[in-house]
């Protein structure tokens, strides 16, 4: 069964910065693209950077570009995402999530709330 | 960016209803168009991959059609389950932007 279970959300001023992991088990997480979709509070889902299998390919949101940093570790089956000069309009709840087929995203973890706020 | 729109932004709709939610993209993306449900508090689960390939596990009451820049998800029969978000998303090109949402709800 595949599972991504995302850690690292919590309470930051802003400015601040972050970083988000999200663990991969029972799939060959090397050979997936991943992605990360966030979910501002009773809004809709908005995607944020996606990474390919080998970490070599990188693409961002422009809200995110040049603040958010997408990496991965594949030893470790992890993504990263390290969030820098954090505003509040980051507030919302952080997916991972795996691509499925035809660039679809078909598993996705349970979320890590982020909060920005002084 | 390619931008998505949803019509209706919500409705209302009994057991056993047959409802249609549309998706528009602001230029054509072939058929990389995803459908994913949401519970409350949940996280999101693709139903429809490719326009109208039904992804496993999901009931055959869903379906998925379109091409180029419109698309439709129907639900045949609906279940008490289904009452919840539905989205859209292209994966034609990043960013891959999803459509606003239709909240789906019981009359």
């Known amino acids: 069964e595949v599972q991504l279970v995302e850690s690292g959300g919590g309470l930051v001023q802003p400015g601040g910065s972050l970083r988000l992991s999200c663990a991969a088990s029972?799939?060959?997480?090397?050979?997936?693209?991943v992605h990360w979709v966030r979910q501002a509070p009773g809004k809709g889902l908005v995607w944020v950077s996606r990474?390919?299998?080998?970490?070599?390919?990188?693409a961002y949101a422009d809200s995110v570009k040049g603040r958010f940093t997408i990496s991965r570790d594949n030893a470790k089956n992890t993504l990263y995402l390290q969030m820098n000069s954090l505003r509040a309009e980051d507030t919302a709840v952080y997916y991972c999530?795996?691509?499925?087929?035809?660039?679809?995203?078909?598993?996705w973890g349970q979320g890590t709330l982020v909060t920005v706020s002084s | 960016d390619i931008q998505m729109t949803q019509t209706p932004s919500s409705l209302s709709a009994s057991v056993g209803d047959r409802v249609t939610i549309a998706c528009r993209a602001s230029?054509?993306?072939?058929?990389?168009l995803n459908w994913y449900q949401q519970r409350p508090g949940k996280a999101p689960e693709l139903m429809i991959y490719?326009?109208?390939s039904l992804q496993s596990g999901v009931p055959s009451r869903f379906s998925g059609s379109g091409s180029g820049t419109d698309f439709t998800l129907t639900i045949s029969s609906l279940q008490p389950e289904d009452f919840a978000t539905y989205y859209c998303?292209?994966?034609?090109?990043?960013?891959?932007?999803f459509g606003p949402g239709t909240r789906l709800g019981i009359k």
């Open positions: 999530a795996r691509d499925g087929s035809a660039w679809s995203l078909g598993y």
């Open positions: 029972g799939l060959s997480f090397s050979n997936y693209w």
């Open positions: 990474i390919n299998s080998g970490g070599s390919s990188t």
């Open positions: 230029q054509t993306i072939s058929n990389y």
């Open positions: 490719g326009a109208s």
């Open positions: 998303q292209q994966s034609y090109s990043t960013p891959f932007t």
